[in-house]
T-cell receptor
Framework: DVKVTQSSRYLVKRTGEKVFLECVQDMDHENMFWYRQDPGLGLRLIYFSYDVKMKEKGDIPEGYSVSREKKERFSLILESASTNQTSMYLC???????????FGQGTRLTVV | GDSVTQMEGPVTLSEEAFLTINCTYTATGYPSLFWYVQYPGEGLQLLLKATKADDKGSNKGFEATYRKETTSFHLEKGSVQVSDSAVYFCALSRTTDSWGKLQFGAGTQVVVTP
């Protein structure tokens, strides 16, 4: 069974903390994505990666960075967490043919 | 830029009722169109897709037809069940995009009551 696994389902962090969200896929996919989900806004793309060490900004990259040191792992980093980054974060992966994106179960981050 | 507009929810239905969720899009060229579903407490999963005009995607009793002339991809199901309660997202990706980035609508929550 194909799987995208996010390391945490729920996180609570303090303002100003550095936060790492981890995502691992077992499908050998080239492409990986981080989305943010907010009510009434749907999902918005933060960053994506099409290969190891390669990354591109999405629609809302401000306040975030990413790391992809290995093909199966894609990390989202909040350099200095702020309350407006309280949200649901979804990781996804897809193959180079773009037939389908597979999503993790999401991490609900609360910044207090 | 590209955008997807879908009807606001929540949509509340009785079991065995007919469901329609409207979705329209704005995009240059010929995007691929998708419906994703998110069950409570879970991530998104692909429900169906269509990659060219007049294609019909179908899965689990749901259907949607890619209508280029009306730039629409409405989701329908003839008889819903309580287990269909979820949030449904319409999305597109550009065929010229080699990475499969998705542009999502806001999502429509569907509540089916017994």
């Amino acid at each position: 069974d194909v799987k995208v696994t996010q390391s945490s389902r729920y996180l609570v962090k303090r303002t100003g903390e550095k936060v790492f969200l981890e995502c691992v896929q077992d499908m050998d996919h080239e492409n990986m994505f981080w989305y943010r989900q907010d009510p009434g806004l749907g999902l918005r793309l933060i960053y994506f990666s099409y290969d190891v060490k390669m990354k591109e900004k999405g629609d809302i990259p401000e306040g975030y960075s990413v790391s992809r040191e290995k093909k199966e792992r894609f990390s989202l980093i909040l350099e200095s967490a702020s309350t407006n980054q309280t949200s649901m974060y979804l990781c996804a992966s897809g193959d180079s043919q773009n037939t389908e994106a597979f999503f993790g179960q999401g991490t609900r981050l609360t910044v207090v | 830029g590209d955008s997807v507009t879908q009807m606001e929810g929540p949509v509340t239905l009785s079991e065995e009722a007919f469901l329609t969720i409207n979705c329209t899009y704005t995009a240059t060229g010929y995007p691929s169109l998708f419906w994703y579903v998110q069950y409570p407490g879970e991530g998104l999963q692909l429900l169906l897709k269509a990659t060219k005009a007049d294609d019909k995607g179908s899965n689990k009793g749901f259907e949607a037809t890619y209508r280029k002339e009306t730039t629409s991809f409405h989701l329908e199901k003839g008889s819903v069940q309580v287990s269909d309660s979820a949030v449904y997202f319409c999305a597109l990706s550009r065929t010229t995009d080699s990475w499969g980035k998705l542009q999502f609508g806001a999502g429509t929550q569907v509540v089916v009551t017994p």
